[in-house]
């Protein structure tokens, strides 16, 4: 059946002005719904800053390291000295009459042997460390989530945008189907085929801006921001841009030696070996010397007093620390599987991640040179197929929800490039102090 020039010429319009590739103004599409979008969007640099200063997380994190670090000061204190009183020979029909008592001043010292505060010391001094790299180990995982939420944000933002202009298109064919049923120009199957395509834009369009609302609700939880204050990130073109190709899987592996999660269990290792040195210096006793004064009364009521040294040496026959020796060694030895363990895991980490980021890499090369561009070229075919009049109106919808797709399958391959490259760079990028990210060395 020919379609009625009038009719084509409209439907043509519209399909014209409603079908705007992703790729090509990827910007506009991000403030589609949404026209009160601020003009200086929250960038991802800002926003990573934004969560390493305010995530509750890290803030709680950081309270851990000053705990350390006020264990090693009390690490580093010295036994407090001991006064004593002795009062004996007290008469009982005299109670506190120390006038007739022998009294007994002593002022005692606890002296340290072995060199144990050192290796005190030395224990806290790496608590702190490790305190301090477990923070950072912490602050690499929610600055790769921010990225990855970021990211996932954006991508939300324009599947709600593309679902927006397939919701749009299936809206305008649904009305035209109805005009041409009216008019007798087309068979009430069409329009049945419009309505079915219009609710799946329509479910589409909620399941998207469902999960906008969720990535929205994943970006505020990680800068502790829970009444909705943060501004509109972007600018939608950034998750457009293409990464640089990954550095060889050698280099990758040399920068990892630098992770904090390696250093935290490296420190681990030497933890144990300190933790090993002090059971054993804790099979000497430590010695208690001290000095004072007797007083006791003599036979013309007065009071001798006399010089008193006391010296206490606890000897070491039964208890020679030997069950904390045991342990100390298990300990040790545990911390060195754990550390082998550790790194293998986070060798492992790293090339799964490699290899996520080079496929995603490579299938956003395909989808942004070949996939997107041919299924508009394959449109425009069948627009002007549609606009001769060579083919009806449900080629044309096919057509128009492919391109649809295909924009939709590229935003999604473009999530996930962005998540493995957040993955790649929380192994093998250190954390500057404005958020930004730079090399490991």
Excluded at 86 to 113: C, I, P, Y
Excluded at 311 to 339: C, H, T
Excluded at 429 to 441: C, D, V
Aim: glycine share 6%.
């Amino acid at each position: 059946m020919r379609i009625k020039q009038p009719l084509l010429t409209a439907w043509f319009v519209i399909i014209t002005l409603s079908t705007v590739p992703v790729y090509a103004d990827s910007s506009s599409a991000a403030t589609i719904g949404n026209p009160s979008a601020p003009a200086a969007p929250l960038t991802l640099d800002t926003f990573l800053a934004l969560v390493r200063r305010e995530n509750p997380v890290l803030t709680a994190a950081r309270s851990g390291i000053d705990v350390a670090r006020g264990w090693r000061s009390q690490a580093r204190l010295l036994p407090n000295p001991t006064l004593e009183v002795e009062v004996g020979d007290m008469a009982t029909d005299r109670f506190g009459d120390l006038g007739e008592s022998v009294n007994t001043f002593l002022l005692s010292q606890e002296f340290v042997t072995a060199d144990k505060r050192r290796a005190m010391t030395a224990i806290a001094d790496t608590e702190v460390t490790i305190s301090s790299l477990e923070y950072e180990v912490l602050e690499r995982e929610m600055l790769t989530h921010g990225r990855q939420a970021f990211f996932t944000l954006l991508a939300a933002q324009e599947r709600v945008a593309a679902f927006e202009r397939l919701l749009d298109i299936a809206r305008r064919v649904a009305e035209a189907s109805r005009h041409r049923v009216e008019a007798g120009d087309a068979s009430p199957v069409d329009t049945v085929r419009a309505g079915v395509a219009l609710s799946q834009a329509v479910i589409g369009h909620r399941h998207a801006g469902a999960a906008a609302a969720n990535a929205n609700v994943a970006l505020h939880q990680l800068t502790g921001c829970s009444d909705g204050a943060l501004p509109q990130i972007g600018p939608a073109a950034t998750l457009y841009e293409l990464p640089s190709e990954a550095e060889s899987e050698a280099s990758l592996l040399a920068a990892l030696e630098q992770h904090p999660a390696a250093r935290a269990l490296q420190a681990a290792v030497s933890l144990a070996a300190g933790e090993l040195t002090l059971a054993r210096k804790e099979r000497w006793p430590n010695i208690e010397a001290g000095f004072g004064i007797e007083s006791v009364p003599d036979e013309n009521d007065g009071r001798d007093e006399s010089f008193v040294i006391e010296l206490s040496l606890p000897l070491p026959v039964f208890d020679r620390n030997q069950g904390a020796i045991a342990a100390a060694k298990s300990a040790y030895r545990q911390a060195e599987l754990q550390y082998r363990a550790g790194r293998v895991q986070l060798t492992t980490q790293l090339r799964q991640a490699l290899r996520d980021f080079v496929v995603a890499r490579q299938s956003t090369e395909t989808y942004r040179s070949e996939v997107v561009p041919g299924a508009q070229r394959a449109f425009d075919l069948v627009k002007r197929s549609y606009e001769a009049g060579e083919i009806d109106q449900l080629e044309l919808l096919d057509a128009q929800q492919s391109l649809i797709e295909a924009e939709l399958a590229y935003i999604d391959n473009l999530a996930d490039l962005r998540q493995a490259q957040a993955d790649l760079q929380g192994l093998t990028f250190t954390t500057a102090g404005n958020g930004t990210t730079q090399r490991s060395e």
